[in-house]
T-cell receptor
Framework: GAGVSQSPSNKVTEKGKDVELRCDPI?????LYWYRQSLGQGLEFLIY????????KSGLPSDRFSAERTGGSVSTLTIQRTQQEDSAVYLC????????????FGPGTRLTVT | AQKITQTQPGMFVQEKEAVTLDCTYD???????LFWYKQPSSGEMIFLIY??????QNATEGRYSLNFQKARKSANLVISASQLGDSAMYFC????????????FGAGTRLFVKA
């Protein structure tokens, strides 16, 4: 079946502009995750959803970052008033519910803030 | 708080030999899951292997095995018979708590397989 998809694959934006990143999880996966990966670095946890609710938003770097999920499916990560330090690859993943289920990752959105 | 430590930024291994990638973790929760993922230069993240904190035996998946030492809080990945295609970044990750979903990743180890 279809994997996790993300759009856009690349986004170049000017400092101060808002951006929206989209994630389409695998059908039936109730858990959805957002991570940020800076060049050559590990994955930084941002937020996860169980269904449409986000029990843990502690990973969001600032109040400029927000995320929502609708219909237990598509999720959008919004970054307002982008800064150069926001430049990174934003990865989305989804999984079945439960501790032992692996996450399936999308190809990522490479965000460049100029 | 959760913490994952991968102390080897880079590792070299000769093709067809085995290699161990280190991972230590810290958690106060008795229930947790440990994962290893591979990230080739293409950027995709690929799941390799999972170990639950209550699992009695070390997990194995083909050429991958997880050397789980609970008392030492280590979960090292062993790759047997290395192949050139194994050259990639490898990440150790932990998910804490039954039903919890927050997952913390280590900084990664870059593996280079030499012909």
């Amino acid at each position: 079946g279809a994997g996790v998809s993300q759009s856009p694959s690349n986004k170049v934006t000017e400092k101060g502009k808002d951006v929206e990143l989209r994630c389409d999880p695998i059908s039936g996966h109730t858990a959805l995750y957002w991570y940020r990966q800076s060049l050559g670095q590990g994955l930084e946890f941002l937020i996860y959803f169980q269904g449409n609710s986000a029990p843990d938003k502690s990973g969001l770097p600032s109040d400029r970052f927000s995320a929502e999920r609708t219909g237990g499916s598509v999720s959008t990560l919004t970054i307002q008033r982008t800064q150069q330090e926001d430049s990174a690859v934003y990865l989305c993943a989804s999984s079945l519910a439960g501790q032992g289920y692996e996450q399936y990752f999308g190809p990522g959105t490479r965000l460049t803030v100029t | 708080a959760q913490k994952i430590t991968q102390t080897q930024p880079g590792m070299f291994v000769q093709e067809k030999e085995a290699v161990t990638l280190d991972c230590t973790y810290d958690t106060s929760d008795p229930s947790y899951g440990l994962f290893w993922y591979k990230q080739p230069s293409s950027g995709e993240m690929i799941f390799l292997i999972y170990q639950g904190s209550y699992d009695q035996q070390n997990a194995t998946e083909g050429r991958y095995s997880l050397n789980f030492q609970k008392a030492r809080k280590s979960a090292n990945l062993v790759i047997s018979a290395s192949q050139l295609g194994d050259s990639a970044m490898y990440f150790c990750a932990m998910r804490e708590g039954y039903g919890g979903f927050k997952t913390i990743f280590g900084a990664g180890t870059r593996l280079f397989v030499k012909a």
